[in-house]
């Protein structure tokens, strides 16, 4: 989903910079007002670990493999904020050094992958708190969360080449809905397992959002 | 991990290797700009684009091969536009084939359309890679801090800059582990203990975060990560800008 330069025309990549560009700044204050100096080494350690985890690939249907995006993850264990911080310096580091998602195109990539997947997913976990609280609503809601950040993120993804009249929308729209509808079954339950397991580990860190 | 990983080739030595880290950002970036805003059927401003890349690319010393395989990254997008190609608007009929029950004409429209966007997606990587192919992650965030780029984004950058090699290399060695013991299994169980390593991985790096954060404190780390290379304009960043940018500007002048 790391849109490349060329296939968005610029205004909509100019529209993307500065809505990216006015949503880090702002995470970067509500950030620093949370956690002071702490802010900058586990941010990076915790982007250095989302770029770590989507490393680690998972066999799909045949012989192609994916990996998980951690988007939703770092949003739902950390508040959105935080979530939009990471994913964007993880898009940084993927644009400058591997040429993942282009340079112009970042400021979209940050508003599909970081800004709309982290709140997709945040508000998807904390409204699933209004159907209980026991363990497994919590591994449906990230489960659900999951999903719905990366489906959402791909919608958004269609409308912006759509609109850069790249392709038209009528095909783009159910086609890229449904490749990560697809996917978005692995990131759900991967993420719904690391949400297992780190409640059976450290509970203590399912709470940090609220810190 | 090897290091190498990152930042492959900036170590060479060029001219384009010797510029100033914000000279080549800021080149990489107008170049980027004017090929995204070239209209699509200027072809011959296009060829301008590429016989300015591809100098520079051979300037700098890349090997060819390298940079070919790097560009690759933006071929899933190209199928996907290509897919399109016989649902876009109707037009002048390039050439129409039955597929099963299925007509399928392309139109000369579409075919635009996808040579358009290929052309402008490769010409924009390759300024790509030879910015990150020449310059040193360390030093582009240095120049980026200096180009207005806030200083806590480029800390945490710089960060995680650090910390990628620890945690890719624990990855890699979970990756190991699970191989080893592992003889597959149902997917819905490989993805359950992919998801285990994932959380052992948080629960790992959120706790070296907090030992870092721990770590600094104890040596009086101020806001600021100092060093020792200064970075400076040159006479040659000077004459590189005023080549590069004349030769942007007369493309888009001349073949207007």
């Known amino acids: 989903m790391h849109i490349p330069d060329g296939f968005i025309s610029a205004p909509v990549a100019a529209v993307g910079c500065v809505v990216a560009g006015g949503s880090v700044a702002y995470a970067v204050k ?32 045949g012989g192609t493999s994916g990996h998980f995006v951690g988007a939703a993850l770092a949003a739902i264990l950390l508040g959105p904020w935080r979530g939009i911080l990471i994913m ?14 282009g340079l112009f195109a970042l400021g979209v990539n940050i508003l599909n992958m970081g800004i709309i997947a982290s709140f997709v997913a945040y508000y998807i976990y904390r409204g699933s708190a209004l159907f209980g609280e026991g363990r497994k609503r919590k591994l449906i809601g990230g489960g659900l969360a999951a999903w719905f950040s990366v489906v959402i993120a791909s919608v958004a993804c269609a409308f912006e080449l759509a609109i850069s009249g790249t392709v038209p929308l ?22 719904a397992a690391v949400l297992n397991l780190i409640m059976a580990t450290r509970a203590d860190l399912l709470e940090l959002q609220k810190a | 991990m090897k290091h190498s ?16 880290p914000r000279t080549k950002f800021i080149a990489s970036l107008v170049f980027i700009i004017s090929v995204v805003l070239t209209p699509t059927s200027n072809w011959r401003a296009f060829a301008l684009h590429l016989c300015l890349v591809t100098s520079l690319l051979i300037i700098a010393k890349l090997p060819p091969f390298y940079v070919l395989k790097r560009s690759l990254v933006i071929f899933p997008f190209v199928l996907l536009v290509a897919v399109f190609i016989p649902f876009l ?38 300024s790509l890679i030879l910015l990150s192919a020449t310059t040193k992650l360390v030093d582009l965030l240095k120049g980026l801090k200096q180009l207005g780029i806030p200083k806590v984004i480029i800390l945490i950058l710089s960060f995680m800059y650090r910390y990628i090699f620890v945690l890719v290399d624990e990855a ?21 203990t992919l998801g285990n390593m994932i959380g052992t991985l948080f629960i790992r790096s959120y706790e070296r975060g907090e030992s870092i ?24 960043d000077a004459s590189f800008g005023v080549a590069f940018g004349l030769v942007i500007i007369s493309s888009a002048i001349i073949f207007w």
């Open chain 1, 30 to 61: 509500a950030t620093k007002k949370k956690m002071g100096e702490k802010q900058i080494p586990l941010m990076g350690v915790l982007a250095a670990f989302i770029f770590a985890a989507q490393m680690l690939n998972f066999p799909i249907a």
């Open chain 2, 213 to 236: 954060y721990a770590a600094m404190l104890c040596r009086g780390f101020g806001d600021e990560i100092r060093s020792l290379r200064q970075l400076g304009f040159k006479r040659i």
């Open chain 2, 89 to 126: 608007k109707p037009g002048e009929i390039a050439g129409s084939y039955n597929i099963w029950l299925w007509q399928v004409s392309v139109t000369y429209a579409g075919l635009l359309i996808l040579a358009n966007v290929a052309v402008k997606a490769w010409l924009c990587i390759f």
């Open chain 2, 172 to 192: 890699m060695r979970m990756r190991q582990a699970r191989d080893s013991r592992s003889f597959g299994g149902g997917r819905l169980r490989q993805l359950k």
């Open chain 1, 170 to 191: 009528k095909i783009a729209l159910p086609v890229m809905a449904g490749i990560h509808a697809l996917i978005g079954i692995g990131e759900g339950l991967i993420t």
């Open chain 1, 88 to 101: 964007t310096c993880v898009l940084v580091v993927q644009c400058l050094i591997f040429q993942d998602g």
């Open chain 2, 5 to 20: 990983f990152i930042d492959k080739y900036s170590d060479l030595d060029s001219l384009i290797h010797r510029l100033d």
